[in-house]
Nanobody, 123 residues
Framework: QVQLVETGGGLVQAGGSLRLSCAASGGTFSSYTMGWFRQAPGKEREFVAVITWRGTSAYYADSVKGRFTISRDNAKNTVYLQMNSLKPEDTAVYYC????????????????WGQGTQVTVSS
């Protein structure tokens, strides 16, 4: 069973940056498409970004396009999310998951989630 541990969240002012990390263990990470998702208070979990197993293709939600960048290091079994120009509406718990790509959008492939990492953006 794949284990996922997200880190790197915190409190940041609007316009600031954060880099999230997701460390995976217990599976063949380098063969997985991986995605980032987020859930704001009172809202459904939503897609943020997804990257193919080789890292050659990535897709983003419209709300983060041009501000966030997903990347991965297969040697470290880690996927990253660089978040720049953060906005208060980016405040959420961020999760990573193995993913499938449907219509240039990531869909979570695992039925379970890690603990996530909280990102809070103050105005």
């Amino acid at each position: 069973q794949v284990q996922l541990v997200e880190t790197g969240g915190g409190l940041v002012q609007a316009g600031g940056s954060l880099r999230l990390s997701c460390a995976a263990s217990g599976g063949t990470f380098s063969s997985y498409t991986m995605g980032w998702f987020r859930q704001a208070p009172g809202k459904e979990r939503e897609f943020v970004a997804v990257i193919t197993w080789r890292g050659t293709s990535a897709y983003y939600a419209d709300s983060v396009k041009g501000r966030f960048t997903i990347s991965r290091d297969n040697a470290k079994n880690t996927v990253y999310l660089q978040m720049n120009s953060l906005k208060p509406e980016d405040t959420a718990v961020y999760y990573c998951n193995r993913a499938s790509i449907v219509g240039e959008k990531g869909v979570p492939a695992l039925a379970y989630w890690g603990q996530g990492t909280q990102v809070t953006v103050s105005s």
